[in-house]
């Protein structure tokens, strides 16, 4: 059985804090690992995607590969109380299909 | 004019009803998915199509059914409703082309069964 693991919080921050989200897969074999981020009630959004080690950055959200290790993590910089949230993380299998992690909730506090 | 529309947002039904959850994507994406999501248990995937030929069953099929009517439209039911199916359901599209595997979600729609 191919996994996704997250934990599930909540994680508290202060604004303006630094987030650090965490999560780590089972399949070896994957090569897609996305960041989604929904909101109570919503729809998954997708934020962010990475596919090789290492960082990568898009304005306050930076993802960090580790094929190695099988980890991913989502940093959020300056946290705002808007990105309060839940956040999952998803990689791919070897179907073409995406495993999801059950989400990790942020809460980010004034 | 949202790219991924699912109708109705909200449904209430009750067991043994037949009720169909429709999907449709203007996109151009050749994959859609359903998922239901439960509180605690995250995204669980009960049926996938690669193209309008190919349907899979996912994790959780059982009691449900799936038809492909076309590219754009993915539609889900539920034969005769049972409280369990009581979910938040979203249907997704992801594109072969792109050659990624990101996925893109609708609005989804909230059942209940009573």
């Known amino acids: 059985q191919k996994e996704v693991e997250q934990n599930s919080g909540p994680l508290s921050v202060p604004e303006g804090a630094i987030a650090s989200l965490n999560c780590t897969y089972s399949?070896?074999?994957?090569?897609?690992f996305f960041w989604y981020r929904q909101y109570s009630g919503k729809s998954p959004e997708l934020i962010m995607s990475?596919?090789?080690?290492g960082d990568k950055e898009d304005g306050r959200f930076t993802a960090q590969l580790n094929k190695a290790s099988q980890y991913v993590s989502l940093l959020i910089r300056d946290s705002q109380p808007s990105d309060s949230a839940t956040y999952l993380c998803?990689?791919?299998?070897?179907?073409?299909?995406?495993?999801f992690g059950t989400g990790t909730r942020l809460q980010v506090f004034p | 004019d949202a790219d991924v529309t699912q109708t109705p947002r909200n449904r209430i039904t009750k067991t043994g009803k037949r009720i169909m959850l429709e999907c449709s994507q203007t996109?151009?994406?050749?994959?859609m998915y359903w998922y239901r999501q439960d509180p605690g248990l995250g995204l669980r995937l009960i049926y996938y199509?690669?193209?309008?030929?190919?349907?899979n069953k996912g994790e959780i099929s059982d009691g449900y059914s799936v038809s492909r009517q076309a590219q754009a439209k993915f539609s889900l039911s539920l034969e005769s409703a049972i409280p369990n199916q009581t979910a938040l359901y979203f249907c997704?599209?992801?594109?072969?082309?792109?050659?990624?595997?990101?996925?893109?979600f609708g609005p989804g729609t909230r059942l209940t069964v009573t």
């Open positions: 996109k151009g994406h050749d994959r």
């Open positions: 998803a990689v791919n299998d070897d179907t073409d299909k995406l495993i």
């Open positions: 990475i596919y090789s080690n």
């Open positions: 199509s690669f193209d309008v030929k190919d349907i």
């Open positions: 399949d070896r074999g994957s090569q897609s």
């Open positions: 997704a599209t992801s594109d072969t082309r792109t050659g990624g595997y990101e996925q893109y």
